[in-house]
């Protein structure tokens, strides 16, 4: 399943909606111009992961993360290292 195709399945009662990784990409990715010192990356890092906390597309987000394993970033309330962790041992189809 392509991160596109979860993607067409974002609706809450019929409406469309988008993660909230989407409102703010900076917040779950890093900072593009700078390189962020540990405490930054550690807060900015809780702070994403309140937002995935409520996100509507959560579920699909967690799916897309466990097949592709990203290895940077925020997603699904996760790390990279998180994902790591949860990925080991599980094998997940796409």
């Given at each position: 399943m392509s991160l596109t195709d979860i993607e067409a399945t974002?609706?809450?009662?019929g409406d469309a909606v988008?993660?909230?990784?989407?409102?703010d990409p900076e917040l779950h990715t890093g900072p593009r111009d700078r390189i962020e010192t540990a405490?930054?990356?550690a807060a900015?890092?809780?702070?994403?992961?309140e937002v995935c906390e409520d996100c509507?597309?959560?579920?699909f987000c967690t799916t897309y993360t466990?097949?592709?394993?990203p290895t940077s970033g925020v997603w699904a309330?996760?790390?990279a290292a998180d994902i790591a962790g949860e990925s080991a041992g599980l094998r997940v189809v796409a």
């Open positions: 974002w609706h809450v009662d988008a993660p909230e990784c989407a409102y405490e930054e990356r900015r890092e809780a702070v994403a992961r509507p597309a959560r579920l466990l097949a592709v394993r309330g996760m790390t």
